[in-house]
């Protein structure tokens, strides 16, 4: 299996856990289902039920394969594909029982076995329906061109929020272009909603697609929208930490200093947010000298208007906030300017919100 060393994890695995690639991952169900589809197609008592057991075995199989073409082709989001796969890898394992069970018998021993495989059959059938539904809905997000997806997967039935949270932080990494922003924002407002939210899209793997479209982002408003869904998730000491330890301080620092002024203002308050709530991150931005890139942002807004004699506070959140309120002060200014010489109200409540509502 040379191809699938090629074919990493964009999640990153348990502390010292070597975690399968994704072709692994997949031949397993694979393997498994041929070998229950052979033993089927042998049997010698139940015929019809093996036989239709096996066409919805062939065709999970089938959709399998159709996963790993895609593995080998493109770098998949992959968390999604793992969980089902490993749902239908049990599910296959369930099947093995009542086909068994179809093998040459005789006499009342027969009857009893047939009798007993009646019920399996059905609940076997019920789970490999919901291991086709599974499929079928990850490759449509695999194949997708980004949008939205309201369907549910049977996995994440009794939870909704896991399929929004997936086909999100898919679309972020593998989307088109123009929907990554969209898909940012989804997950922006999901992390705004509560702590559970916040955890289920760290654990599903959403913080290194956000990082890299934060960096690689074709538009101010797709990185405006990925420095947003980082700054609503990193509420907590853990979760900034995970952010640091993923070695994208300096990018985030980068981000700052060669952005357009709106993106700036983003992520500067997402280092606000790290710097005061874990220490190391505090350290590693002054490390990279990130005062440099907010006193220069910081001195785009300056104007006599709020030039002070004071001595300016250098911390990280004081400088971040100072650059609120100057920015705040601007946009206040140029509504004002702008509406004395149109005489429109447009955008009012939004353009007069205050730096802390707009944050």
């Avoid at 093996?50 to 399998?64: E, G, P, V």
């Avoid at 076997?124 to 599974?134: A, C, N, R, T």
Wanted: aromatic content about 4%; overall charge positive.
């Amino acid at each position: 299996m040379s191809s699938a060393a090629a074919v990493t994890s964009t999640t990153l695995p348990p502390h010292g856990v070597e975690e399968k690639t994704v072709l692994e991952e997949l031949s397993l169900p694979i393997l498994l289902a041929d070998r229950v589809i052979k033993s089927a197609q042998e049997a010698e008592s139940s015929k019809q039920d093996c036989s239709d057991l096996a066409k919805q075995l062939d065709r999970l199989s089938q959709m399998l394969r159709s996963a790993v073409r895609l593995a080998i082709s493109t770098p998949l989001y992959d968390r999604p594909l793992r969980r089902i796969a490993s749902e239908i890898t049990k599910n296959l394992d369930r099947a093995r029982t009542p086909v068994r069970k179809c093998k040459k018998h005789s006499g009342v021993f027969r009857q009893v076995f047939c009798i007993t495989t009646i019920a399996d059959f059905r609940k076997v059938s019920s789970l490999l329906e919901s291991s086709i539904g599974d499929m079928k809905w990850l490759l449509s997000i695999f194949e997708s061109d980004g949008g939205a997806h309201l369907s549910l997967p049977p996995i994440a039935s009794n939870d909704p929020i896991l399929a929004w949270v997936w086909s999100s932080i898919s679309a972020v990494q593998m989307g088109q272009v123009k929907d990554r922003d969209g898909a940012a924002n989804q997950l922006a407002s999901l992390a705004l909603d509560n702590d559970r939210n916040k955890k289920m899209i760290v654990e599903e793997g959403g913080i290194f697609p956000l990082l890299k479209l934060l960096k690689e982002g074709a538009s101010a408003e797709a990185r405006i929208a990925a420095a947003t869904a980082l700054f609503n998730i990193a509420n907590g000491k853990q979760r900034v930490r995970l952010i640091v330890e993923a070695l994208e301080t300096s990018m985030i620092v980068g981000v700052l200093e060669d952005s357009p002024i709106k993106v700036q203002i983003s992520v500067a308050n997402l280092v606000a947010r790290m710097a005061d709530l874990d220490d190391y991150a505090r350290e590693e931005f002054m490390r990279l000298n990130v005062t440099r890139p907010l006193m220069s942002l910081l001195s785009n807004h300056l104007n006599l208007q709020v030039v002070s004699d004071k001595p300016v506070k250098t911390s990280i959140p004081s400088l971040v906030k100072m650059n609120q309120r100057l920015a705040y002060k601007n946009i206040k200014s140029n509504y004002n300017r702008d509406s004395s010489s149109h005489g429109g109200a447009h955008n009012k409540k939004r353009l007069m919100e205050t730096p802390e509502c707009a944050a």
